[in-house]
């Protein structure tokens, strides 16, 4: 299984909502990483998780709120959003976050946001 | 921190060689060079990478100049469906992490 899953694929939320975003990968793989990426733009690296612990905070406001419960899954939760934080995003996994050098990263096919 | 150049787009005839270019010029020693590409509406796809010497893999040749400072990504025989997004990035060291630093992107529309 050399999958990265994401559910859901659409999102539409409002303003004043609260959802998350659910990554899953059984690759066995120990770093997993969130990107968010606008329209004709690359990815924005978010947040990185190794080893099931945060990592990098890519200075991200705190309406986004990461969870890694366990070493194959891995949540987004989101709060209060605004409209320009309608895009794609994008869960990506890495056998080892030094490791990543050798291997790259196998990533989901993202989760399409629309906040109104 | 490594940054990447890439043409914002390119065409290609289906059945030639698609040859994408990047410039690399402030890369170090210890940095790699990733090539992904992306396909409409999905999620990346690892091509290849390398540090020093070309590379080949079922889907690409890489070469890299001596200097390590451009490289081209060369897709031999180039499909419909290698129509996408290519990106180049140099690995960068960051908070004793390595990270992945994304170019801007080239568009490749491959031509029946």
């Known amino acids: 299984d050399t999958e990265v899953t994401q559910t859901p694929k659409h999102l539409v939320m409002g303003m004043t909502n609260k959802k998350s975003l659910k990554c899953e990968q059984h690759?066995?793989?120990?770093?997993m990483y969130w990107y968010k990426q606008k329209a004709k733009k690359p990815p924005e690296l978010m947040f990185v998780?190794?080893?099931?612990?945060?990592?990098i905070n890519e200075s991200v406001p705190s309406r986004f709120s990461p969870e890694c419960p366990n070493s194959s899954l891995l949540n987004l939760h989101l709060h209060a959003l605004q409209p320009e934080d309608s895009a794609l995003y994008l869960c990506?996994?890495?056998?080892?976050?030094?490791?990543?050098?050798?291997?790259?990263?196998?990533f989901g096919p993202g989760t399409r946001l629309t906040v109104l | 921190d490594a940054k990447t150049t890439q043409p914002t787009s390119m065409d290609c005839a289906e059945g030639r060689a698609a040859n994408l270019p990047c410039n690399h010029s402030?890369?170090?020693?210890?940095?790699?060079v990733y090539w992904y590409r992306q396909i409409h509406s999905q999620g990346p796809q690892y091509i290849i990478h390398?540090?020093?010497?070309?590379e080949t893999n079922e889907m690409a040749s890489l070469i890299i100049t001596e200097d390590r400072k451009s490289s081209t990504l060369i897709l031999p025989h180039a499909t419909l469906r290698d129509t996408a997004v290519y990106y180049c990035?140099?690995?960068?060291?960051?908070?004793?992490?390595?990270?992945?630093?994304w170019g801007a992107g080239t568009k490749l529309i491959i031509k029946p």
């Open positions: 998780y190794s080893y099931e612990k945060l990592s």
């Open positions: 690759m066995g793989h120990r770093a």
């Open positions: 402030t890369i170090s020693g210890n940095e790699y």
């Open positions: 990035i140099v690995w960068s060291l960051l908070d004793s992490n390595y990270q992945l630093i």
């Open positions: 990506a996994s890495s056998r080892r976050p030094g490791l990543a050098v050798c291997c790259g990263q196998y």
């Open positions: 390398g540090l020093k010497n070309n």
